[in-house]
């Protein structure tokens, strides 16, 4: 069992792994509905998001080759939902000229940075600690009590589901190689049915093993997180600079709305 | 189909996490204890297959498996799903934080539809098993299309719900074989 897709840069020191995780969560939130709320069609403002969000990553010492493949790795939904804009209006509207289009090609642009930098902005939160920490986190910030067992749930038996999946992956390709035919179609499904099988028994076992062992829907020994003033001043001083740049901005739109 | 920060209105997104938040708390009070395990290896079990590709067409795609999540967990699909896709915009930033109330409806009213059409008992299962497949997929389609037009897109936006057409009809061959197999091997799971 080896997976880098959790907690591969979580053992790095900077001073964002520092910050308690709470803080980190509420600041990124934070950041991501200040950025995501600028009225659309305004890039400067989002250079100066940029700029910041560029320092953090410095700070955190996340390999910006990493933040990049992460990026590009969602680029093309983010750009084909963004330049979505202006084709649909393209499409059914009318217009002169592709000159006229140009407020719709500048929204097509914000909207597109804005979704890169929240993406940035979540890399970097899940990179600066480890993931069992995030999700304490947003335990002890009152998420809902159901969501909360569910995630811890989910992280502890997610690598044994995923070694599953692989290892019929696995005897799927080597039974069935090629591309893909209506025939296909059938052993996709199997294999679908028996990761939903194995998964439902395999919660059987674990339902009746946690209920031996007392389970009573809290996990024991969770560790207790403390937040330090400094945690406090820096997510602050974080949040305000961006509070700062969206209400210098009084180009258009309301805020919070866009 | 997972909509990334950004990309909808603001407002649309705050309101979505709000009523998701409201569903949370329901399903937190209506579910049994014994059922959570249960539905918290399902959910794993969901983002662990969405997380196996296909080859098509020149590229992969994976599958959304809500028809499957709404038969095997029905009610209980929504708290997965929202879990699930909590996991995916952490891990991998498919979706956002902001958006993920958003992402979680549109997916849970696909998988909520796909559980009423399988409780249609007197319909044939051949028939039942491929639109529960089906409207796992288009239902968040549609609802992804009309928050795009509700956040100002265009009336062309419409044609990215035919694009999800396509992986309409392949999911619901796929969880036509998946019931097929299920039925075959332990039917008590889809009862």
């Given amino acids: 069992m080896k997976h880098s897709f959790i907690d591969k840069y979580s053992d790095l020191e900077s001073p964002v792994h520092s910050l308690d995780p709470r803080v980190k969560l509420i600041a990124v939130f934070s950041a991501i509905i200040i950025i995501v709320s600028e009225p659309r069609g305004e890039i400067i403002p989002l250079v100066f998001y940029a700029l910041l969000i560029f320092i953090l990553v410095l700070l955190s010492r996340v390999p910006t080759g990493f933040i990049l493949s992460r990026c590009l790795i969602v680029s093309p939904f983010i750009l084909a939902a963004a330049a979505f804009y202006p084709i649909s209006i393209m499409l059914t509207e009318n217009y002169q000229s592709l000159q006229s289009l140009r407020p719709e090609f500048k929204v097509a642009v914000s909207v597109a940075v804005k979704a890169l930098l929240s993406v940035v902005l979540l890399t970097v939160l899940v990179s600066s600690d480890k993931f069992h920490n995030l999700l304490l986190g947003m335990r002890r910030l009152k998420m809902p009590k159901l969501i909360g067992i569910l995630s811890a749930l989910m992280y502890r038996y997610i690598f044994i589901l995923y070694d599953e999946a692989l290892r019929t992956t696995r005897a799927r390709d080597s039974r069935t190689p090629g591309k893909l035919r209506t025939g296909k179609l059938k052993t996709f499904g199997n294999q679908s049915a028996l990761i939903f099988l194995r998964s439902w028994e395999r919660s059987q076992t674990i339902h009746n093993s946690m209920l031996s062992r007392g389970f009573e829907g809290e996990f024991p020994g969770m560790r207790k997180l403390s937040v330090r003033r400094t945690d406090i001043f820096y997510s602050l001083f974080f949040i305000i600079i961006f509070l700062a740049i969206r209400l210098t901005n009084h180009s258009g739109g309301c805020f919070p709305f866009n | ?191």
């Avoid at chain 2, 979680?104 to 009213?109: D, E, R, T």
């Fill in chain 2, 1 to 191: 189909m997972h909509i990334a920060d950004g990309i909808i209105d603001t407002h649309i997104c705050i309101g979505a996490h709000l009523v998701s938040g409201g569903l949370l708390y329901v399903s937190g009070k209506k579910m049994p204890m014994e059922e959570i395990p249960g539905v918290g290896i399902m959910g794993a079990a969901l983002f662990v297959a969405s997380l196996v590709h296909f080859p098509f067409a020149g590229t992969s795609i994976h599958l959304g498996l809500f028809g499957i999540a709404g038969i095997v967990l029905g009610k209980n699909a929504f708290p997965a799903i929202f879990t699930a896709l909590l996991f995916q915009s952490l891990i991998f930033q498919h979706g956002g934080l902001l958006t993920l109330g958003v992402n979680a409806l549109n997916m849970g009213a696909g998988a909520y539809v796909a559980w009423l059409i399988w409780r249609m008992w007197k319909v044939p299962e051949y028939i039942r098993a491929p639109l529960a497949g089906f409207s796992g997929i288009i239902i968040p389609a549609l609802l992804m299309t009309a928050e795009f037009r509700l956040s100002g897109y265009g009336r062309g936006i419409v044609y990215l719900f035919a694009v999800y057409l396509v992986a309409a009809f392949i999911e619901s061959a796929i969880t036509f074989s998946a019931v097929k197999f299920l039925r075959r091997v332990k039917p008590e799971i889809l009862n």
